[in-house]
């Protein structure tokens, strides 16, 4: 009787140890999630202003999370792992340009993305204006508006010319005219020559 107590307790205790493992386990797993989350959406710098002035050479951006190494290890930003998902969810994504760079401790992660892509976004908007005015097309260029008065000359030239529909028709009048009148319609004298004679 003593043997089956004792196993009913140590088997409850060891089921109330794993639950409590099990909810210590999730409840930490929540709270780093939370405060992963609200980090990456927070845009936080790793200190206030005015902060520090920390120059930083970067030959190699491609590689976002060892970039955000790099950084941490300088004292730039706090995790790296943080800087890789907000570089992923930027405007500045696979933009970063390598350079020598003075990063400010109280810049958040925006403003350090802001920096090192405007060289990058300054070249591609020089390459979109550039292979805009090479690829006009044809009515951009004054082929339209010459295609235009083209067709505006040719419609001036056949108005001015009678249709042959027209012709036809006067003339098939006139014969028509011309029969009743040979036939001595009512109203109508025939002229005959020497009528005046």
Known sequence: MLKKFVFGLFNFMFRASIAALVVVCVYRLAMYSYHFGYMVFADAAKEPTPGRDIVVTLE?????????????????????????????LSDYHKKLVPGTYTFNTAMPPSEIFAMMGESYVDETEGEGDSQDQEELPDYLQGGYAGQQDTMTEDGGEGNSEPSEEGIIDSEESQQDDGGDTGEGGEGHTPLTAGAGL
């Open 60 to 88: 190699n951006t491609e590689d976002v999370l060892d970039l955000g190494r790099i950084l941490k290890s300088r004292g730039v930003i706090d995790d790296e792992k943080i800087f890789y998902v907000q570089e992923r």
